[in-house]
């Protein structure tokens, strides 16, 4: 895959909509509270109850479909990062950008609520853009 790339999202707060549904179950596609896609056999989300973050592994390689399955656990971006560096997942810069706009904790994470998710849902070519609004929203709140 030449560069990170997020699946699209429920509807973002700042007027984007999509029609697909969105499932509860973290094995599925469509999961809801997936935070980065990245790549074919990797993805990050928030788990449903948005206690912590969990970078899956597909089951399978494509093109068969198969379904996510959890690898490691982390209430912690710098933990969350550590994972995915370990298993060769941030080859690309602007997967790496993504996960350290993250906020510091899944609890802050969680406060935002569709925040994050919703700048991360950016049309193919704009990721300096997105990049930028979660940088800032990052700032925000922290502070």
Wanted: aromatic share 6%; with cysteine.
């Amino acid at each position: 895959m030449a560069n990170a790339s997020t699946p699209p999202v429920a509807p973002a707060i700042d007027g984007c909509r999509s029609t697909q549904t969105y499932s509860r179950r973290e094995r599925d596609d469509n999961y809801w509270g997936v935070i980065v896609v990245l790549n074919d056999r990797w993805r990050v989300i928030v788990c449903k109850d948005e206690i912590q973050f969990i970078l899956q592994n597909r089951s399978v390689a494509p093109p068969n479909k198969g379904t996510w399955a959890g690898k490691t656990y982390s209430t912690t971006r710098n933990g969350l990062i550590a994972a995915c560096s370990s298993r060769g997942s941030l080859s690309e810069p602007s997967a790496r950008q993504v996960l350290e706009a993250l906020p510091s904790d899944v609890r802050d994470y969680a406060s935002q609520r569709g925040l994050p998710r919703a700048r991360l849902d950016w049309p193919e070519g704009n990721d300096a853009a997105c990049l930028s609004n979660l940088h800032e929203a990052a700032k925000a709140s922290s502070m």
